[in-house]
């Protein structure tokens, strides 16, 4: 384990953290399409760190500001990082992908991105989706948020947080900021009910 009490790992905002066996972990994160971002092509990044093998920050502040002056999103010492990068300017649909063996041992991993190479402007225009990873069947599924994308919200004041599949129905459900919790219909496109649902902030304000 990591020594007690140590910061051993630094996330910005909008990092996931996905608990695995072994001391590890799995953290993500969207990035490339920041305002002014060109360097690099709109992305997902993973990572596996083995927690036991990181080493504690001496100056956790100073190295908050030095993640924060990068603009980056993670920042670990040691871990023995394996790292998988998925392009996200691809359309709807299944496409293939080749991750780093560790990878094959996970589950099934939904991630939350905009797609497609038109970028959105979080005020009235928007591409978000869900990025399915199959890392074993070496392939992604790419579903368009059309309910969101598509309808009346707020996109700066209201956003898909988290998702996940249901064990059962094999339906995904998630939830959201000013939204509430939805289940998705079979093409995991649009909303097929509303498991609760925040109608104050929703476009017909139903009470």
């Not at 070496?138 to 309910?147: E, I, K, S």
């Not at 996109?155 to 998702?163: E, L, N, S």
């Given at each position: 384990m990591a020594p007690a009490k140590a910061t051993v790992l630094l996330l910005d905002f909008c990092c996931y953290v996905l608990p695995l066996t072994d001391d590890r972990v799995l953290?993500?994160?969207?990035?490339?399409?920041?305002?002014?971002?060109?360097?690099?092509?709109?992305?997902?990044?993973?990572?596996?760190?083995?927690?036991?093998?990181?080493?504690?920050?001496?100056?956790?502040?100073?190295?908050?500001?030095?993640?924060?002056?990068?603009?980056?999103?993670?920042?670990?010492?040691?871990?023995?990082?394996?790292?998988?990068?998925a392009?996200?300017?691809?359309?709807?649909?299944?496409?293939?992908?080749?991750?780093?063996q560790p990878f094959l041992e996970l589950p099934e991993v939904l991630v939350l991105a905009d797609y497609g190479s038109e970028a959105g402007n979080h005020f009235d225009k928007l591409f978000r989706a869900i990025f399915a990873f199959d890392f074993k069947g070496?392939?992604?599924?790419?579903?368009?948020?059309?309910?969101f994308n598509e309808g009346s919200y707020d996109?700066?004041?209201?956003?898909?947080?988290?998702?996940q599949r249901e064990p059962a129905s094999g339906r995904i459900v998630g939830e959201g900021i000013r939204l509430g919790n939805f289940r998705l219909?079979?093409?995991?496109?649009?909303?097929?009910?509303?498991?609760?649902?925040?109608?104050?902030?929703h476009p017909e304000h139903e009470l």
């Open positions: 953290v993500w994160n969207e990035s490339g399409r920041e305002r002014g971002a060109t360097i690099a092509p709109p992305r997902i990044t993973f990572v596996i760190l083995n927690l036991s093998q990181l080493r504690a920050y001496s100056d956790r502040e100073a190295a908050a500001e030095t993640l924060k002056n990068r603009k980056a999103y993670v920042a670990y010492e040691g871990g023995d990082p394996v790292v998988f990068e392009l996200t300017n691809m359309e709807e649909g299944i496409y293939p992908i080749s991750a780093p070496g392939q992604v599924t790419v579903f368009p948020q059309r309910w996109f700066g004041y209201q956003w898909i947080t988290r998702v219909d079979r093409s995991a496109t649009q909303v097929e009910e509303w498991l609760h649902r925040d109608a104050f902030y």
